[in-house]
């Protein structure tokens, strides 16, 4: 961990892998991501639908890790411990159906810090009693083409029930447009983490500058 967790980087989160960029250069894309001002990035590259080999994917993580170093903001790594300690990652995102959570922050302490996916109220309420988690990913807020296994649609309503309740900031995901950024802020999130606002944006600065700014 080179860059400590603060709140303020949920802001404008990009989570991106090789499948969410088909006929794309994964790197490009986010090296232009960060031009425009992204506040975090999460390495999101997904087994089975990505376009990369082992190999391949760990040199991708190694160059964006390089990128993210540069421009000072947080690389983290979804759902794998080995990838996120290899390439000296920031942090790591864990879901609800990946290693358990107490597990990786043991395994993790002192070297990442920990985003973990809740998307309702069991959840938070669960996860609040954890030592060591450092932020929550709450969603679908709505309808999401990214993830197919994705959790019930929560809603903004939802979203805000979630925040209230939460101990830790919260950052809002799942189908978030640039028209949703000032809604999703009034529930109180900290954030939106979003892939195809981002990966498919006919405006890059447009975009990024929104989320920054809301
Ligand atoms: N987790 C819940 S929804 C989602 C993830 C990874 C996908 C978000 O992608 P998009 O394109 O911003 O809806
Ligand atoms: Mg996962």
Do not use: W
Request: charged share 20%.
């Amino acid at each position: 961990m080179e860059i400590a967790f603060t709140p303020d980087q949920l802001r404008a989160y990009f989570v991106c892998g090789s499948q969410d960029v088909p006929g794309k250069d994964l790197i490009a894309v986010v090296k232009a991501a960060i031009a425009a001002g992204i506040t975090a990035f999460q390495f999101r590259d997904k087994g089975m639908k990505s376009n990369l080999t082992v190999e391949q994917r760990l040199d991708a993580a190694q160059q964006i890790r390089e990128l993210c170093r540069r421009a000072m903001i947080p690389f983290i790594v979804d759902d794998d411990v080995d990838l996120a300690l290899a390439t000296a990652a920031d942090g790591i995102h864990v879901g609800q159906s990946d290693e358990k959570i107490q597990q990786v922050i043991q395994q993790v302490r002192g070297q990442l810090f920990v985003g973990y996916s809740c998307s309702n109220l069991a959840e938070i309420t669960a996860a609040d009693q954890v030592a060591g988690i450092d932020y929550y990913g709450s969603g679908p807020v709505f309808a999401t083409n990214s993830k197919a296994d994705a959790s019930p649609v929560i809603g903004l309503a939802g979203l805000k029930q979630l925040v209230t309740v939460a101990t830790r900031p919260v950052v809002a995901i799942g189908g978030i447009t640039e028209a949703q950024l000032t809604a999703i802020r009034q529930t109180g999130a900290a954030g939106s983490a979003v892939i195809s606002m981002i990966a498919q944006s006919d405006d890059l600065q447009r975009t990024v500058t929104a989320m920054r700014q809301v």
